[in-house]
């Protein structure tokens, strides 16, 4: 039985508000309290995720980061620096940007 995406927002709300808190009332940097709000906000936004999509088929633009792959992804940025296709992306942005202005 798929959750009412509505619910899943709400517990993904509450999750983050959770994590705040324990963020802001930390007892040292290895507090169980903020990891384990900190996985409560992933599985959340996972039930979210599915529920938005069973119900209308979209999700969300984020993505959740895996701190098991953070040290590659950290690996993959550091080369794109190098990629000129990059900069010009870039340049690219940043010419859109100066048009609104």
Same mark, same amino acid.
């Given at each position: 039985?798929?959750? %009412?995406? $509505?619910?899943?927002? !709400?517990?993904?709300t !509450?999750? *983050? /508000?959770?994590?705040?808190?324990?963020?802001?009332?930390? $007892?040292?940097?290895?507090?169980?309290?903020?990891?384990?709000?900190?996985?409560? =906000? #992933?599985?959340?936004?996972?039930?979210?995720?599915d529920? *938005?999509?069973?119900? #209308?088929g /979209?999700?969300?633009? *984020?993505?959740?980061y895996?701190?098991?792959?953070? +040290?590659?992804? *950290?690996?993959?940025? +550091? %080369? #794109?620096?190098?990629?000129?296709?990059?900069?010009s992306? /870039?340049? =690219?942005?940043?010419?859109? +940007?100066?048009?609104? $202005?």
């Amino acid at each position: 039985m798929t959750m %009412d995406p $509505r619910v899943a927002l !709400n517990a993904l709300t !509450n999750a *983050l /508000e959770e994590h705040l808190s324990a963020s802001m009332n930390r $007892r040292g940097d290895e507090d169980p309290a903020v990891e384990s709000a900190f996985y409560n =906000i #992933s599985d959340a936004f996972e039930a979210y995720e599915d529920a *938005l999509f069973a119900a #209308s088929g /979209e999700v969300t633009p *984020l993505d959740l980061y895996d701190e098991e792959d953070g +040290e590659d992804d *950290l690996d993959e940025d +550091e %080369d #794109s620096e190098d990629d000129p296709d990059l900069d010009s992306e /870039e340049e =690219i942005y940043e010419d859109e +940007e100066e048009e609104q $202005r």
